[in-house]
């Protein structure tokens, strides 16, 4: 390897004061937050320290099992619905197509816009009065009686979900396809004259070129989607009977509506633990040296 | 094709919206297509919601955030990829720290960081605390990116007497100009429709940003889609905007990203 | 050596304009009192408050900050201020949350300033003084009272045959009958519950207690929700749904804005809501205001009952102004600039001075006057007791939205459902 004098001050500077900020405004929440969840702390009360015991109550509650649960399905489908759509969505868009900026920038908006407005437009749209999806459906006899998309509990799990994959497909399809247009064309050209297939393409050298963005991809919007708060506190608020709660709308029920800081953040902490599993477990496979896939 | 009209229906629901009078949003049999355009909740948005402001101030923070992160990420995800130091493998795991904890918890202590510090309120604050969102994802994505570049580029240039940062600057960047442009797009996006730092931390109708201006329009039990759609036209302009700016960058990204020559 | 002096180089002058940045705000700001208020539905609400507030820092010198905001918004913001100290002098509370934070110790007593303003201008109504009085100290000055109402359509009363508008909820359930047509898309009973809806809350209650129910026993300690009259209201309420078939398809996914948006597309025959309806109608949709008629609650065995809902304004122990704070109180409370400030959102907004809902002719108006006498049937989260932070945790954890939720869309049995309803409400305490 080349040079390794201090002329690679500049970047590696740079890589400390981010490192240094980001502990500086991150670190400093993240210690606090782990304290508090171990006091029995209300908004403007001050706490005394009382172990693990939040943490003793909520894992004997009912709601909060059915929240854990709820989410993990969500985080579930949610991811694995993303990964498929995504990568064909960049697949398809790294078709030389006519038009393929403008589509592009139209089937990034759903992540792109506000979620406030979107998530609400859903709520709108699988409603009842005015409500376009049932409509629809009724209307291409797909049912017969307009479908209870937010009333009924399977239903409402199902069109949080549903939102979920429509906001999040973005993200994914346009990082992997940053992925895809990474890949030189002429590792395909190499293979091509060796007579591989497409079907063998596409397994030797796009599947390993993109496999780290994808990765990453994956990870990251796991670890959002299991603190995904506005899609669900919007369309469900946690319901119908408190059957689409997730972590984040639950802590946020306990902490700002029953001003009980101590449980709410107990409960937000719970995911920290499976996130770090998950990220030291992909950590490995993103973060190659360069000799592997060359 | 049906995930294409999955994806765009809804868009083009929220964009008739933006056109339909109060009537006919609240009639109970939709209708696909509004019977006349109406302007009114255009109108509305910009006298009665302050939406002007609003988009300035969002704007302005989106450009500056995403331009700092990309600064930061780009020597940051150098620094990890190709030099070799102490407490390199560990360093980036770091990094992603800060996306373990929802934002829903962690705004109260940034809050009271902030507080301390006096910045709440203002636009500096949020300037202060939006990176921390950005970086991680940003910093990540150009170091698979970066892993994927060959070497050779940069030995050539060292051969030739070109320094580290010149390097840098002139062989690596260019080809990598695709992933940092959607790290751009990226970027500028969660600033965009970042919600729960702004709400906190901004008060003043002044320093609004645009996610603030929409939510202050659910006063009642009464949501007034029309301007409320219209907003979101609107917020979408500026995205597509700058993608399309971006996209040229993508395109012509991929013939500088050639190892001949 | 190189590396440092880059890193101070670099480091130095960003920190240094931010603490500038942050040194500048300090010094810009003069003496000021600041208010936050829940943006109302009425955008001249909004400028006539801020108006005032205004003049009265004019007055003294002062600058003032006036922030309206959603009320959905104001939760995350007032834990941060409490939690950092860095409060507004004078905020917006609904009852509730005074309950609340009274008792996490954050409010100022305002016991003698409640009676000097009635000393001076008048009486407020005691059950608003009641909702935020507790261990005989005020924690806040009622500011204005909603209204809730039953909204009915004349022009399909008169096409079903019927005289006039219901009186008992047993009329209610007639009506509602007659008045329902599937194939027009037209419903009777235009009520519905979801997590998000706080309507549902605010009704079943009020049904409940009409008929003699009630959550809690009247030292608030216990939770005396299992009787036979609870049970025949519960069955009542379900029965409209399920039995009765009088409510829309769509009813239980609603959210607070699910019967509003039936009522005024003309799928609910009757809607029970505070005056935003009004309020929209009048700007958007005068046709159908013309048709709508309003009228107190119906009543059932043990009396006319409407759940409350009382809007109040309280000073933060931590407030930096509070002396500031308690003379800009007085003086919101003037009743000559006060009952003209209230009229404007009639009758969104119901003032709390017992002489200006007697005297103004605003409040007798046709479409205001129920909402007005509605007031005098308020009870509070908490009866039959007074309201307790528990009491609000129940209707914070949406319980009765999920009592219904589970008998009617998950058909459990009547008695099962009350005694999980009990359960999770012993848990609250």
């Not at chain 1, 429509?166 to 050209?189: D, K």
């Not at chain 2, 990829?81 to 992603?96: D, Y």
């Not at chain 3, 200006?356 to 479409?367: F, G, M, R, V, Y």
């Not at chain 3, 509605?374 to 989260?381: C, E, N, R």
Request: proline residues 5%; aromatic residues 14%; glycine residues 8%.
């Amino acid at each position: 390897m080349g040079r390794n004098r201090g002329d690679q001050n500049f970047p590696l500077t740079i890589l400390w004061i981010g490192l240094l900020y980001l502990f500086f405004i991150q670190g400093y929440p993240f210690f606090w937050s782990i304290f508090i969840s171990l006091t029995d702390q209300g908004i403007g009360r001050p706490g005394k320290f009382i172990g693990m015991d939040n943490f003793i109550y909520l894992f004997s509650d009912r709601t909060f099992w059915s929240a854990i649960f709820f989410t993990f399905i969500y985080v579930f489908a949610a991811i694995l619905l993303k990964l498929l759509l995504g990568f064909i969505m960049a697949l398809m868009l790294h078709q030389p197509l006519k038009g393929r900026g403008f589509f592009r920038a139209l089937l990034f908006l759903p992540w792109a816009l506000p979620t406030l407005t979107s998530v609400l437009a859903w709520r709108w749209m699988l409603g009842d009065v005015g409500g376009i999806v049932n409509y629809l459906l009724m209307g291409l006899k797909v049912v017969t009686r307009p479908v209870a998309w937010l009333g009924e509990p399977l239903f409402a799990r199902l069109s949080v979900v549903c939102v979920n994959i429509w906001r999040g497909t973005p993200f994914f399809g346009i990082s992997i396809l940053a992925g895809l247009q990474s890949i030189s064309p002429e590792l395909y050209e190499v293979a091509k004259i060796d007579g591989a297939s497409a079907y063998k393409r596409f397994i030797h050298v796009t599947i390993p070129g993109v496999r780290p963005v994808v990765l990453l991809v994956t990870l990251i919007s796991t670890i959002w989607t299991f603190g995904d708060f506005a899609i669900i506190w919007l369309m469900t608020r946690g319901g119908p009977a408190n059957t689409t709660h997730v972590f984040s709308t639950l802590s946020y029920v306990v902490t700002f509506q029953n001003l009980d800081m101590g449980k709410g953040i107990a409960i937000a902490l719970t995911i920290v633990p499976i996130s770090i599993l998950l990220m030291t477990a992909t950590m490995k496979y993103i973060f190659q040296r360069e000799e592997s896939t060359q | 094709m049906f995930f294409i009209i999955f994806t765009i229906f809804p868009i083009y629901w929220m964009l008739i919206t933006a056109f339909k009078s109060f009537q006919e949003i609240y009639q109970v049999i939709p209708k696909l297509w509004p019977s006349k355009l109406v302007w009114q909740n255009f109108l509305e948005i910009f006298q009665k919601y302050e939406y002007g402001p609003a988009l300035w101030n969002s704007f302005l923070i989106s450009i500056v955030v995403s331009c700092i992160t990309i600064f930061i990420s780009i020597f940051s995800a150098y620094a990890v990829v190709r030099l070799r130091f102490k407490g390199k493998r560990v360093m980036p795991k770091l990094f992603l720290l800060s996306y373990l904890i929802p934002q829903t918890i962690l705004f109260i202590p940034v809050y009271i960081l902030l507080s301390e510090m006096n910045l709440t309120n203002t636009i500096w604050g949020l300037l202060l605390i939006y990176p921390t969102m950005t970086i991680p994802y940003a910093t990540w994505i150009l170091i698979t990116y970066f892993q994927n570049l060959p070497v050779e580029l940069e030995e050539a240039a060292f051969v030739d007497g070109a320094s580290r940062l010149q390097t840098i600057l002139f062989i690596v960047i260019p080809p990598s100009l695709p992933s940092i442009v959607s790290t751009y797009i990226f970027s500028f996006t969660i600033c965009w429709s970042e919600y729960i730092y702004a709400l906190v931390v901004i008060s003043k109708k002044t320093e609004r940003t645009i996610t603030l201006a929409l939510s202050n329009m659910l006063v009642a039990d009464i949501i007034p889609w029309g301007p409320l759609m219209a907003g979101a036209v609107i917020a979408a302009l500026p995205i597509m905007f700058v993608y399309g700016i971006a996209s040229k960058y993508i395109v012509s990204g991929l013939t500088l990203g050639s190892v001949k020559g | 050596m190189k590396k440092t002096a880059l890193i101070i180089l670099l480091v130095v002058p960003l920190l240094g304009s931010y603490l500038w940045a942050g040194g500048q705000k300090e010094k810009t700001e003069p003496a000021s009192v600041t208010v936050w208020m829940k943006k109302g539905f009425v955008e001249q609400q909004n400028v006539e408050f801020e108006k005032r507030v205004n003049e009265f820092a004019k007055g003294k010198n002062i600058k003032a900050n006036v922030e309206l905001l959603a009320y959905e918004d104001i939760f995350p913001k007032w834990t941060a201020a409490i939690q950092s100290k860095n409060v507004p002098d004078i905020s917006f509370f609904g009852y509730q949350e005074v309950g609340q934070f009274s008792k996490q110790g954050v409010l100022e007593e305002v016991t003698s300033l409640i009676q000097e303003i009635q000393s001076k201008y008048g009486k407020i109504f005691t059950s608003s003084t009641q909702a935020v009085t507790f261990g005989g100290k005020t924690f806040a000055i009622p500011f204005w009272g909603e209204g809730t109402a039953l909204y009915y359509r004349k022009d399909l009363f008169a096409k079903a045959g019927l005289s006039g508008p219901p009186d008992t909820w047993e009329e209610f359930r007639t009506c509602a009958i007659k008045l329902t047509d599937p194939a027009a898309g037209v419903y009777g009973a235009g009520i519905g519950y979801g997590a998000g809806n706080s309507d549902a809350e605010w009704l079943s209650r009020s049904i409940i207690w009409s008929m003699g129910g009630a959550i809690f026993s009247e030292d608030g300690k216990k939770i005396i929700f299992k009787s036979p009259e609870t049970k025949a209201a519960v069955e009542f309420i379900a029965g409209l749904f399920v039995k009765d078939k009088v409510t829309p398809p769509g009813a239980m996914g609603w959210n607070d804005a699910g019967n509003n948006t039936a009522y005024i597309s003309g799928q609910a025959a009757m809607v029970v809501n505070t005056g935003s309806i009004i309020k929209a109608l009048e700007k958007n949709n005068p046709e159908l205001l013309k048709k709508t008629g309003v009228v107190v609650l119906p009543r059932g065995p043990a009396g006319r009952f409407t759940a409350g809902i009382s809007n109040n304004l309280g000073i933060f122990k931590d407030a930096k102004q509070k002396k500031i704070a308690q003379e800009l109180l007085i003086y919101l409370m003037e009743p000559s600039w006060y009952k003209e400030w209230i009229a404007a959102s009639a009758p969104l907004a119901l003032p709390v001075y017992e002489q200006l809902a007697k005297s103004e002719p605003i409040w007798q108006q046709e479409h205001n006057k129920a909402f007005m006498d509605s007031m005098a049937t308020f009870k509070y989260l908490g009866y039959k007791g007074d309201y307790t932070p528990t009491a609000g945790k129940i209707y914070n954890l949406r319980l009765i939205n999920a009592l219904f939720e589970n008998i009617i869309s998950k058909g459990m049995n009547v008695d099962a459902a009350i005694d999980q309803f009990v359960q999770e409400c012993q848990k609250a305490f």
